[in-house]
């Protein structure tokens, strides 16, 4: 199955998931909003920031957009071989995979939004479930599709074979990766350093890289990500009108960690979300330099949250967040390219 013969497919499932969480923010917002303020207004409208009503659960409108998708590019997949192809069993378990880390920032924005915890759960013990479930995860694609446990690696240098470790040393890199995406959003849940549209677009731009440049269920799961992200984008560009909030988040993060790890390129993860990437080491050296000296090197708790407290504009920080990730996004293209003619794809 090459790339060509599922763009039609992919093209109408992103539409549908588009569609589907832009169309749901209609009905989900008053209510998200009402939760949050005990004050139900059915119209949406324009309205500035200082109100404090914008909700989070952003992810919900995300998550019906990527189930329905879901849904079709399962039915696409076995259309098109048997109900039992592999294909189709590592979308069904990266998208439930996706579900239940969008589940668990789902509980998270409870805790925070409705019983006011702005900590919400312990970080060890978030952090131990997003490893479990990657972990989980990886082992049901060893089941499923017979997993090497090999990782190729650039410039010739062949494969590295983890074995056994491979699960818990690359389950480990996806919770890092999905703690990338979620400072990349907003650090600890600090909106008023959230960079409004700053996530949808990486988000978009990244699925977009999928959908075009891998196959079979990747490729389909990054066309219904990008029509899901695309559709709450237009909701969370200023004003916002519902924030991500950590169950967009962790489904953006896990949803991107389960197409590098179904495209068999898991080096991906580690300079593909290369302005995320920057965010979260940013936020890393800044908490190690305060350790240090007890002073502070940055003025928010990520490099995007610092320019935002600058002055800096949403605009202006996403257009020069753009260049990272189009350079991030430039060398997944070469990598993939290496790497279909190391296999002989």
Known sequence: ??????????????????????????????????????????????????????????????????????????????????????????????????????????????????????????????????????????????????LTGEVLLPFRWGFVSFGMFYYPVIGLVMTACIYAFRIHDTYGGEEEYCCEG??????????????????????????????????LMIWSFYPAKIYFGESGQLLCGAAFCAMCIISGRELLLIFLPLSAIIDMLSSFIRLLHYKRTKSVLLLGGSLHAHLKAKGRGDVSIIIRSLPLTVLGIAAGVLFIIYSNDIMNI
Request: charged share 10%.
């Open 198 to 231: 700053l996530m949808g677009t990486t988000m978009l731009l990244t699925a977009l890289f999928f959908a075009v440049m891998t196959r079979g269920g990747c490729s389909l799961l990054g066309y219904i990500t990008a029509g899901s992200a695309a559709g």
């Open 1 to 146: 199955m090459h790339y060509n013969e599922l763009t039609p497919y992919g093209g109408v499932l992103m539409a549908l998931s588009f569609l589907l969480s832009l169309c749901s923010g209609i009905m989900l917002i008053p209510l998200f909003r009402f939760y949050k303020t005990g004050i139900y207004k059915p119209h949406i409208g324009d309205r500035l920031r200082g109100d404090d009503s914008s909700p989070r659960f952003g992810g919900a409108l995300m998550m019906l957009g990527l189930g329905a998708g879901g849904i079709g590019s399962v039915a696409v997949l076995g259309a098109r071989g048997s109900f039992d192809s592999s294909p189709q069993k590592q979308l069904t378990a990266a998208l439930l995979y996706v579900f239940l880390a969008f589940a668990a920032g789902f509980l998270q924005d409870y805790i925070k939004q409705k019983l006011n915890r702005p900590a919400g759960l312990k970080g060890s013990l978030r952090f131990l479930y997003l490893w479990g479930l990657s972990v989980c995860f990886l082992i049901s694609l060893r089941l499923i599709s017979g």
